[in-house]
C-alpha cells in the first residue's frame, strides 16, 4: 500500500506524520527485561536515554516522551521500577542534543503550578524551545498518600483542579511581554517592569501572585500535551491541548475519538489543525512476518502470568484472588462512570477482552507489549503500512511509537521503517523547524489580553502584603 498522502491542505504543504518515542527504559514490553542482553538495570543511567534521545533525533522523530507518576507502584519485585524524574533527566538529555522535541510528563494533581511553570519555562530555555508538557491528574491511590491525602480525590475534581492549573501556568508564562529585557548597559536599565506582569489569581484551588521568576522562554509556553480520553479528559484536551496521547486498538475507535475531540476543539473556538492526535503503537519489527512473530511470541513467554494476573485483578478492581488465566471477566464489573482512577484505559481493556472474548491469560498476553496499546508484529512495510492506514483515514495526525524493546526496536525503527515513511512522501527527511512548536506546526500562544500596568494590579487577597514589597529573597 504505498498511496500518496492524503491531499495537501490550505497551508499548500503536504501533511505529514508526527512520530514520538516513547521511551521506557527497557522497553514497553512487560518482559523486555528479562530478554538475554538486556540491561534490567539501565532506569538510572542517563547515558542509556541519551543514547535513545540521539537514534530518536537521527530518525527526525518530533520528540522523545517520558511518562510519570509521583509513586513507586507496587510492581518492585515484579519488573524494573522507580527511575529519573523526567524534567531532571531531559535537562540533561537537552544538552545531548539539538533539534528534536523533549516532552515530559507532570502532575496537575500534584505540584504547585508556580514551581512547575519555572522548571518547565527553564527546561524550555536550556533546549532552545523543544519543550513539551504532558498534562495528566493521575489516577491512582498510591500517588495520593504521597501528599497526605488517605483517598483518591474524584476524577471530576482531578479535571477542575487541572483547568485551573493551566490558567496560572498560562498566565506566569505570558506575564513577560517579547521585549521586556532591554538588556541596555548604557542606559543602566536592565528590564521594563512595565512589560512583567502579574497573575494576581485568586481561585478554587490556587491563589497565585507572580510574576513569574523565569524569563519569557522560546516558545512561550511548552506544547501542551493531554492524555486521558474520558469526558472529562476529552474537554481539558479541547480547551486547552496542542497533542494528545491515547490508546485504541481499532481504527474505527480511534477515527470517532479524533473527529470528536477536533469537534470538541471547534466548540472552543479552536482550529482543529492546531490538536494533533497521537495514539500509541507498540511495534514488534522482523524481516519477515513469521520472525515478527517470533519475537512477539518469545517475549510473551518471558511474562509471569502470576504477576501480570495481580496487575489485572488491581486495574478491575477485583478481590485478589478471584480471577483465574482460564476465567473470562465477569459480567458484573463496574461501569467507567464508577470508576475514579483511569477511566478510559479501564473501558478499552474490558471491552477488548468482551469483544474478542478473551481468557484471562489471553488478555494478559494482549496487555503484555503496551498495556492497552496496539501491538502489531511485522516486517517494517507492515508497520508502515498501518501508520499510513491510520493516517489517511483520519484517525491520528501522527504516532507514539512504543518500541517493544529498547534500544533495539527504537534502532530497527529508525533504521527499517523511517525510510520507508520517507520514501512515500509521509514523513520529514531532515527537520525543518528548530523548536518542537515548529515541529509540529503550531504557531506561538496567543498574548494575552493586557487590562492593568503591573503596579496598578492589586495583590492577590490572602497574600498579606502588595506585589511590590514581596521580592525577597
Ligand atoms: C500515551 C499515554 C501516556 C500517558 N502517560 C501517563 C503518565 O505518564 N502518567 C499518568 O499519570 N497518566 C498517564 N496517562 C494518562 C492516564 O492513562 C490517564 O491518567 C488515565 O487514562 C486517566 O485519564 P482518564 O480518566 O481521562 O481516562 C497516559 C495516557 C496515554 C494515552
Known amino acids: ?36 542482553g538486556a540491561d534490567p538495570r539501565a532506569g538510572t543511567d542517563v547515558d542509556h536515554f541519551i543514547d535513545l534521545a540521539r537514534t530518536a533525533e537521527r530518525g527526525t522523530f518530533d520528540a522523545i516522551f517520558f511518562a510519570d507518576s509521583p509513586v513507586l507502584g507496587a510492581e518492585v519485585g515484579r519488573r524494573p521500577s522507580g527511575g529519573l524524574e523526567p524534567l531532571t533527566l531531559l535537562s540533561a538529555i537537552a544538552v545531548a542534543t539539538e533539534r528534536i522535541g523533549l516532552i515530559a510528563t507532570a502532575s496537575t494533581s500534584y505540584n504547585s503550578p508556580y ?84 497573575t494576581n489569581h485568586v481561585g478554587t484551588y490556587y491563589r497565585v501572585a507572580g510574576p513569574l521568576n523565569v524569563q519569557r522562554s522560546p516558545q512561550v509556553h511548552p506544547v501542551l500535551v493531554q492524555a486521558g480520553s474520558s469526558e472529562a479528559g476529552r474537554d481539558l484536551a479541547a480547551r486547552t491541548a496542542e497533542a494528545v496521547f491515547t490508546a485504541h486498538q481499532r481504527l474505527e475507535d480511534a477515527v470517532a475519538f479524533a473527529a470528536d475531540v477536533r469537534r470538541r476543539a471547534v466548540a472552543h473556538g479552536r482550529d482543529p489543525e492546531g490538536v494533533k492526535i497521537l495514539p500509541g503503537l507498540v511495534p514488534v519489527i522482523g524481516a519477515t512476518e513469521a520472525e515478527a512473530w517470533e519475537k512477539e511470541r518469545e517475549l510473551n513467554d518471558l511474562v509471569h502470568p502470576r504477576y501480570a494476573l495481580t496487575q489485572l485483578t488491581r486495574t478491575l478492581r477485583l478481590p485478589e484472588g478471584s480471577l483465574g488465566l482460564e ?50 508484529a511485522g516486517t517494517p512495510e507492515q508497520i508502515a503500512d498501518a501508520l499510513q492506514s491510520w493516517f489517511e483515514a483520519g484517525a491520528a495526525d501522527g504516532f507514539n511509537i512504543m518500541p517493544a524493546v529498547l534500544p533495539s526496536g527504537l534502532t530497527e525503527f529508525v533504521d527499517q521503517v523511517v525510510p520507508i515513511l520517507r520514501e512515500r512522501g509521509l514523513f520529514r527527511t531532515e527537520y525543518e523547524a528548530t523548536t518542537l512548536r515548529g515541529h509540529y506546526g503550531l ?27 514581596a521580592g525577597t529573597r
Open 1 to 36: 500500500m504505498t498511496s500518496s498522502p492524503r491531499a495537501p491542505r490550505s497551508t499548500g504543504a503536504p501533511r505529514r506524520l508526527h512520530l514520538n518515542a516513547f521511551l521506557m527504559t527497557g522497553g514497553h514490553h512487560e518482559a523486555a527485561w528479562r530478554l538475554p
Open 115 to 198: 514551581n512547575l511553570a519555572r522548571r518547565f519555562a527553564s527546561l524550555d530555555h536550556i533546549s532552545h524551545g523543544r519543550v513539551g508538557w504532558n498534562i495528566v491528574t493521575t489516577a491512582t491511590l498510591d500517588a495520593a498518600r504521597n501528599f497526605g491525602l488517605e483517598e483518591l480525590p474524584a476524577h471530576e475534581d482531578r479535571y477542575r483542579r487541572a483547568e485551573e492549573f493551566l490558567d496560572v501556568v498560562r498566565s506566569l508564562w505570558s506575564g513577560w511581554e517579547a521585549d521586556a529585557v532591554l538588556a541596555d548597559q548604557e542606559a543602566a536599565v536592565w528590564g521594563d517592569a512595565a512589560k512583567v506582569h502579574a
Open 327 to 376: 476465567d473470562r471477566l465477569p459480567e458484573d464489573l463496574p461501569t467507567e462512570d464508577q470508576i475514579e482512577g483511569a477511566k478510559s484505559r479501564y473501558t478499552l481493556i474490558v471491552d477488548l477482552a468482551r469483544r474478542e472474548d478473551l481468557t484471562v491469560r489471553e488478555l494478559i498476553g494482549r496487555l503484555a507489549g503496551g498495556r492497552g496499546h496496539r501491538t502489531l
Open 443 to 469: 504557531g506561538l500562544p496567543t498574548e494575552p489580553e493586557r487590562t492593568a500596568a503591573p503596579s496598578a494590579a492589586p495583590p492577590a487577597p490572602g497574600f498579606g502584603r502588595p506585589l511590590a514589597e
